[in-house]
């Protein structure tokens, strides 16, 4: 049986996703992948590479990068580890990806690909929209971070964005649900006793 596994920890901003992709991580000795510091280290890397360059403009500039570009350094990313035998690690795990229904479209499969169809998990943290804004004006000090208005706007994105994603997940994979509207420990024991029909270890 393949053991390896991908888990996609999903959910609005200020669900905690981030905190419980941690948890998993260090709990099945999983490889963390943040697409912020993928692109981070490719625009310091490839300063001599054009299309690299266009890319860290539009991301310095606030503005998305192209989706497709993302993709790609995700699965360059995937390869490496793979040619690494994952570093000893039992799989890969985001918090937050994928963003956008392309980027479900195009790496669902490609996880299912490596890992296995039965191996492939979406974590799902449900947390109401307004319990997600009053969490991340608690926990951040810059203005911008604790302006509504602002927030509204990502949670529209998240809706509009992100849900599509998700639920093409749902339809092409594993995505398991949790009630995010509790503590820390709690959430994430609610996720491993969901886990548990899977044989996760």
Do not use: W
């Amino acid at each position: 049986m393949n053991d390896l596994m991908a888990m996609c920890v999903l959910g609005r901003p200020g669900s905690g996703k981030d905190i419980q992709a941690e948890l998993l991580a260090d709990t099945f000795n999983l490889a963390p992948i943040k697409t912020s510091a993928l692109l981070t280290k490719k625009f310091a890397t490839e300063t001599g590479n054009p299309v690299v360059q266009q890319q860290k403009e539009l991301y310095d500039a606030g503005d998305l990068v192209d989706p497709p570009f993302i993709v790609s350094l995700i699965k360059e990313h995937i390869r490496g580890l793979f040619n690494r035998n994952l570093d000893s690690q039992n799989g890969i795990i985001f918090g937050g990806s994928p963003r956008t229904l392309y980027e479900s479209e195009q790496l669902i499969p490609f996880f299912v690909e490596c890992f296995g169809e039965d191996r492939v998990f979406g974590i799902y943290i449900d947390v109401a929209e307004e319990e997600c804004i009053e969490r991340i004006i608690k926990r951040n000090a810059r203005e911008l971070d604790r302006d509504k208005n602002v927030l509204k706007v990502r949670m529209q994105e998240f809706e509009e964005r992100t849900m599509p994603a998700i639920e093409y997940f749902r339809e092409h994979g594993t995505v398991i649900e949790v009630d995010g509207m509790q503590d820390i420990q709690t959430v994430f024991s609610s996720i491993q006793s969901a886990l548990q029909p899977y044989n996760i270890q």
